[in-house]
């Protein structure tokens, strides 16, 4: 298939949402599907998120949008983000009449109520329900955010879960001897050591894990609009090594006892996968995201006092968690992605992005006389004739 995906996140950021992306890009090419992405990175005049500087998004993106989708013809559009391509496409697959998917990667309404406490969460749920319900199938993370947004009033939903590339994440890298990384990431910390990888962001609830008495030590990898504000006020007290790629990533989970996961407003939490497929068990919240993932699984504790949950995991055996992960495989989250897609037969979509690029042409054919006419008003100009 052809699939168009329209996401406000994407490379060079570097989060679940854009890894989850990225990854099934990669894996749909791989299939043989032709994927097509339209990102803030794709030319268009951008400005920093509010709150959020190291986020871009595109202003004034929708004639860019159109131009893309109309040209590339796609069978299946896919919209991953409520920003303002996510809306442009929207907008335009209601005018085209094309059939589309979105899904949604996080709480968006908890997020901007933790930053703008006088919005409520009701208005944010409003405006994330009005763009999701417009589409054919909303693809959410877990079984239990498809219950949370069903009572939410959220309509044709399916649950798409995620996946981790168990080649970089596995039990091997666990002070793996390497003249980069040495024997331990954590050379010089008192053990055991207790990690949390992620955003550093008031969504998170960082605090809450920074704030517990523990042994050992406490190590925070990542970046984020926060990072500042908890480096000061944690001097001393915890380490943190900004963020982390690639092997250096896998280190510092694979290295570390637990890996705390606080956040109680993720919808699923790759980090999650991502840790024990090192073999690292994870402490977390009985919420949305972990309590899919952990209970029964032997690779990790969830418990509203997350102090109890961080020790108990310090008795579990890192082959369970390294076991429990091989459950989550990007090859099938991808073959599940294009399941989940509402592609269009073939005569419906030449059809349609035929009469699309005809109108598109008429419409703009007002505008280029304009540019030429004043081409050669210039030209007149500078030469007389």
């Not at 335009?92 to 703008?116: D, N, V």
């Not at 102090?307 to 989550?328: I, N």
Request: glycine share 8%; hydrophobic share 40%; charged share 25%.
């Amino acid at each position: 298939m052809k699939i168009l995906l329209v996401t406000d996140a994407w490379q060079p950021q570097m989060n679940g949402v854009v890894r989850t992306l990225s990854k099934t890009v990669e894996e749909c090419e791989k299939a043989g599907h032709l994927v097509e992405v339209i990102s803030p990175a794709d030319g268009f005049l951008t400005m920093p998120l509010p709150t959020y500087p190291d986020i871009r998004i595109a202003l004034f993106p929708k004639r860019e949008v159109e131009r893309r989708l109309v040209m590339f013809g796609p069978d299946a559009v896919h919209i991953a983000t409520e920003g303002p391509l996510g809306w442009a496409a929207r907008s335009l697959c209601l005018k085209w009449g094309m059939p589309f998917t979105t899904s949604y990667h996080t709480k968006f309404p908890e997020y901007i109520h933790a930053r703008f406490r006088f919005i409520p969460l009701s208005l944010g749920y409003k405006f994330v329900r009005s763009f999701h319900n417009a589409c054919g199938r909303i693809m959410v993370t877990t079984p239990s955010m498809v219950a949370f947004l069903k009572d939410k009033g959220f309509k044709n939903l399916a649950a798409w879960a995620r996946g981790v590339d168990l080649t970089q994440f596995n039990p091997k890298v666990r002070f793996a001897k390497n003249d980069t990384f040495g024997e331990d990431v954590y050379a010089g910390l008192e053990r055991p050591v207790f990690v949390n990888v992620g955003r550093l962001a008031v969504e998170k609830n960082i605090e809450a894990f920074l704030d517990l008495d523990l042994p050992g030590s406490k190590v925070v990898v990542g970046d984020g609009p926060q990072m500042a504000a908890l480096e000061k006020k944690y001097k001393g007290k915890v380490r943190f090594t900004g963020a982390k790629h690639g092997a250096e990533l896998a280190r510092y989970y694979g290295d570390a006892d637990v890996m705390v996961f606080p956040s109680k407003t993720d919808t699923f939490g790759l980090v999650i996968i991502e840790a024990m497929a090192t073999g690292t068990p994870v402490a977390a919240y009985p919420v949305h995201g972990p309590i899919d993932i952990i209970p029964n699984s032997k690779a990790g504790i969830v418990d509203e006092d997350l102090r109890a949950a961080c020790l108990a995991c310090l008795d579990l055996k890192r082959t369970d968690a390294a076991k429990h992960a091989k459950k989550y495989a990007w090859k099938k989250v991808a073959e599940d992605f294009v399941n989940l897609l509402e592609p269009e037969t073939e005569p419906q979509r030449r059809r349609r992005w035929r009469r699309a690029r005809r109108a598109m042409k008429l419409a703009s054919a007002p505008w280029r006389i304009f540019k030429k006419a004043m081409r050669r008003l210039g030209r007149f100009m500078k030469t007389g004739r």
